[in-house]
């Protein structure tokens, strides 16, 4: 049986702007696909079609598993290094985006862009990059992690999430076995000043499918107060609860999925430059702020996902991150998956 | 119905060194791969072989487009940087170029190099390069642009002109179409100091196929004497004409095709050094000439064509280069089409 | 007929980790691929499956020859570069290996690494990193070259001087050819420094079949001692003899094949760093190490070896190296036949 949607053609550069049937026929493509990995007729649908990548940040995981994805299926993605493009800035000759995208839409089926807050001076640039040239290509705009958004995250989280509260990877449940279940998002301390993209992707994403999200993060370390307000829309559609708390322990408590995750202040940016040494010498000091075996017995027997590389030893102890309910690898592989159904629905030759 | 031409093995460094009937055969089967890109027999031509690609200069297009074409053959283009090669220079250790021709023979079903005005010493030296290769190796060698010439843009030139002043893309002319009509090569101011591979090509090739050719450019902007000399003997063959203009609005008249792009000045190197802000400074200070809708009013309703990138606002304005009449994106989709055909004519499995 | 080992998963780090059996094996699928080469059943063997390729290291050769080899078998290999991988260090924060090699064990049906002796602190480094990466990687790590082995050199070598000792290479002889016959493997002057691992791993392989080895090096180059022991152990199993030589000279005589390489001194390493400068200014000035036709007289007709890329003129002379007993691109040749049959015998759909 072969899924009909209408996503042929269509961008993702947010999970919220794709209808919520079309999410969930992404994720039942990926579980298929994740069943019959290398089967017809998945295997040959990008045949002779070519994947345009852009990594205005250096990424491993991203990297290789849409490289992976667009091979799985019998098509190529090129790696691109943006710094050899000379795109047109306010400094510099060189091309605008609205010639760049209408040749690439002439070489490629799709294009994905990767760029984090490091590369870009301030906050929301990013996802204006990826607007500007879905507003010319004529072939999907995929977001591989950006400043605001990183939709393939989000449906690897949601996927495995409800594989692990549902009866398992053998016979996984329906997406429907998040409703209800409560997600805690915690800040955790670490060197590395990340991106908030994954983070306000699963709680978008995981409010979206009627969890109950909790955040919890120190003083300063507020979100983008559009995705918050997002995430409370979403809550109140689905009648589920959405708080906020500072304390690095209470929202544990009735948790299913426990994410810790470090991620920048607001005030990364000033006058256009990303302070990393300051957000990271900040962030260090602020050690109460881990997940560990004691903060997780309060919860709800909770599976600990992280979209991983993991900071262990800071954003969560070994002991949580390698245990029995650590379910950061299964996660991490449906990023494959997710990201294989996403091509087929929007570039596939169906 | 398959062609037959025995260009199999054979180097593309400057299309003014394959017979005039393999440039048209070349254009032909480009014109099949356009209407039917993913179909047999060529999708499989090349399966499991692969196409080296030496980029000294980095470069979006020529990259995307050569491991697009590998792909849609069935074959693989590795995209490879010099910089790990350690190839024996004056100054340095390293392996000779016999030695890494030969090798490369033994793995590759062909190597395109890239090699422009900024990573050598003097003009001319790029072109040597790609001869020294061509002397050892066993597989085609394609010029990807060098200092000299720029074969794949010329051949997409052609084929891009063609379809625009014949009867159309669905139908589109015969290379014959060309015969006679006026094509403009003129210099435009810019911040970008470029090669004259792609210009260089454009007049030898168009002479080739019978184009009247004006040039016009400031003076001290004079291209190579030897290729101006092989320009006039296509002219003197095909009995069309050949002018060189200073003017920056002469050569506009009556013309059919006109190409708008900046390009260095033969003082460009001094003591082996390429002094690019030189260039760049001189070059901005002459803004009379950029191609702009005045000018175009004078033509025989001319199209406009540049191998893009394009310096937007110097080179052209956006009135013109985003007009009716500018064929920009259809030569920059047909590099795809021509490079298929060289691959399969040089490198298929016929 | 398909060939039946055990090696399905199997790491390679050492060929001497290895069965005799299974390194005929390898060989002998070697010699059916290069006789075949783009052939069923193994040109789709790897079909939609993704080989990693992490070069510490940049690399030209290795890179061509893995990646072809990935293409040829109607896979796919990534080019990454370690730089964006973000791993945890003694100074920096990051990934721990373990949790990246499960992540890619989701992803790859293999993993090859190469890290020489500049991109570590000290001898043997890169060696654990490899064995790390094995510990946790549910696919097999393949060594492209690390400080200590070139495992894929080595099984290119026995496989190039079975066919030049042999019956040539229409008609190629197995690796018995290489009983009794005398390896010389003398260090050359030269301007790079160069690691122990082809060298090392050509005297380990060319003992385990029998060879009589003899090494020549100037006072203050020895080779890692555990490896001499090895060559020993191994000259004692096949009762063939083992001699180290201080003469730039002596070890011709007699010699069937002669192997010369440039090599690094055992004092490379000083307080953590890697002392190139040192290294080539001290190796430069020893002339006499060099392998010319005077000295090729004296050796039993033998053939000249050499790993590529040759530093011609100190290592050896270009007379020899080009000469009519130099077996070079064949080796080079073989690097892509046998890094195939590793590929097909540990990671293929058999």
């Avoid at 500007?132 to 393939?152: G, L, Q």
């Avoid at 918050?228 to 500072?246: G, M, Y």
Wanted: proline share 3%; with cysteine.
């Amino acid at each position: 049986m072969m899924l009909t949607t209408d996503l042929y053609g269509h961008d993702l550069i947010s999970t919220q702007e794709w209808d919520i049937g079309n999410l969930d026929a992404a994720i039942e493509l990926a579980r298929r696909l994740k069943r019959n990995r290398y089967g017809q007729p998945y295997s040959t649908i990008l045949s002779g079609k070519t994947f345009f990548m852009f990594f205005y940040n250096p990424s491993v995981r991203t990297r290789q598993s849409f490289e992976c994805a667009a091979t799985e299926l019998g098509g190529h993605a090129q790696f691109l290094e943006p710094r050899s493009m000379r795109l047109k800035t306010a400094k510099t000759a060189g091309e605008i985006i609205e010639d760049a995208a209408k040749v690439m839409s002439r070489y490629a089926c799709g294009i994905g862009i990767r760029i984090l807050e490091d590369r870009i001076s301030s906050y929301g640039e990013g996802d204006d990059l990826l607007r500007e040239f879905a507003r010319w290509a004529t072939v999907p705009i995929v977001s591989m992690a950006h400043d605001k958004y990183h939709p393939c995250q989000g449906l690897a989280d949601i996927m495995g999430w409800a594989e692990w509260l549902g009866d398992g990877v053998q016979k996984p449940a329906r997406l429907e076995v998040l409703k209800g279940k409560k997600l805690l998002m915690t800040w955790g301390h670490g060197a590395l000043a990340r991106s908030w993209c994954s983070v306000q992707e699963a709680i978008i994403i995981g409010s979206r499918f009627g969890m109950d999200i909790a955040i919890a993060h120190p003083e300063g370390y507020d979100l983008d107060p559009e995705v918050l307000k997002t995430v409370q829309q979403n809550c109140d559609k689905q009648e589920s609860s959405f708080e906020i708390t500072h304390s690095p322990e209470k929202g544990y408590e009735g948790s299913n999925v426990v994410y810790s995750r470090n991620w920048m202040s607001p005030n990364a940016y000033q006058d256009g430059e990303f302070l990393k040494q300051a957000e990271i010498d900040r962030a260090l000091k602020l050690k109460d702020w881990v997940c560990d075996s004691v903060k997780m017995s309060k919860t709800a027997n909770a599976i600990f996902t992280h979209p991983m590389p993991i900071d262990r030893g800071r954003e969560v102890t070994d002991e949580v991150a390698s245990g029995l309910r650590s379910c950061i690898y299964d996660v991490a592989e449906n990023r494959l998956h997710v990201q294989k159904a996403i091509m087929v629905l929007t570039m596939g030759n169906l």
